[in-house]
Nanobody, 124 residues
Framework: QVQLVESGGGLVQAGGSLRLSCAAS????????MGWFRQAPGKDREFVAA????????PYSDSVKGRFAISRENAKDAISLQMNSLKPEDTAVFYC?????????????????WGQGTQVTVSS
């Protein structure tokens, strides 16, 4: 069982930045592919970014490409999501997810473990 804990959400003005972090409990963290998803009120959960154990990244969602960047530190069992040039439409609950394989999937159903989510609110 992998436990994931997100942190770093909050309220920011449009154009600002936030950095989300996700810490994993799994000692074999290096074998996991990690992802970030988000869900806005009334909308489906949306893929944002994913990264494998050896730092291969899935193509970013078009809605965040060029503004968000995913990274990981295997030595710390953690990943981060740097979010720049935030827009009001980025407002959502952001979830960290993990899957026990090396393919950086963009499909939520492929991920086995999920964090509790962290709220990101961008004001206009």
């Amino acid at each position: 069982q992998v436990q994931l804990v997100e942190s770093g959400g909050g309220l920011v003005q449009a154009g600002g930045s936030l950095r989300l972090s996700c810490a994993a409990s799994e000692r074999t963290f290096s074998g996991l592919t990690m992802g970030w998803f988000r869900q806005a009120p009334g909308k489906d959960r949306e893929f944002v970014a994913a990264i494998t154990w050896n730092h291969n990244r899935a193509p970013y969602s078009d809605s965040v490409k060029g503004r968000f960047a995913i990274s990981r530190e295997n030595a710390k069992d953690a990943i981060s999501l740097q979010m720049n040039s935030l827009k009001p439409e980025d407002t959502a609950v952001f979830y960290c997810a993990a899957k026990p394989s090396w393919s950086p999937s963009t499909v939520a159903g492929d991920y086995n473990w999920w964090g509790q989510g962290t709220q990101v609110t961008v004001s206009s």
